[in-house]
Nanobody
Framework: VQLQASGGGQVQAGESLRLSCQLS????????MAWFRQAPGKAREFVAS????????NYAQSVEGRFTVSKDDGGNVMVLQMNSLKPEDSAVYYC??????????????WGQGTQVTVSS
């Protein structure tokens, strides 16, 4: 199983970016997909998750209302629409496929990451 993330880049504060994550093949072990990010010197943190059907979504408080995660039911592509970007959103963004346990997303497979840089 491979996950391919794309769409990163450099933008000004207040602008938008759209990230995509393509999963190479489905697996019965997957119940959802998610985005995480890691800034230099910081731990990787959860950004957003979506169930396999695309119906249930969860967001980190820091991106709630600005980011939108989506996934088509039965499809293998997850999209993260990022609006009103802030410099503190700068990080390497990773997509993951996995499952949910204890109310949290548990990654099983990771993509390679895509850089997002937001300048003030």
């Amino acid at each position: 199983v491979q996950l391919q993330a794309s769409g990163g880049g450099q933008v000004q504060a207040g602008e938008s970016l759209r990230l995509s994550c393509q999963l190479s093949e489905d697996s019965f072990a997957f119940r959802g997909m998610a985005w995480f990010r890691q800034a230099p010197g910081k731990a990787r943190e959860f950004v957003a998750s979506v169930t396999w059907s695309g119906q249930t979504k969860n967001y980190a408080q820091s991106v709630e209302g600005r980011f939108t995660v989506s996934k088509d039911d039965g499809g293998n592509v997850m999209v993260l629409q990022m609006n009103s970007l802030k410099p503190e959103d700068s990080a390497v963004y990773y997509c993951a496929a996995g499952y949910f346990a204890d109310g949290k997303f548990r990654p099983r497979d990771w993509g390679q990451g895509t850089q997002v840089t937001v300048s003030s």
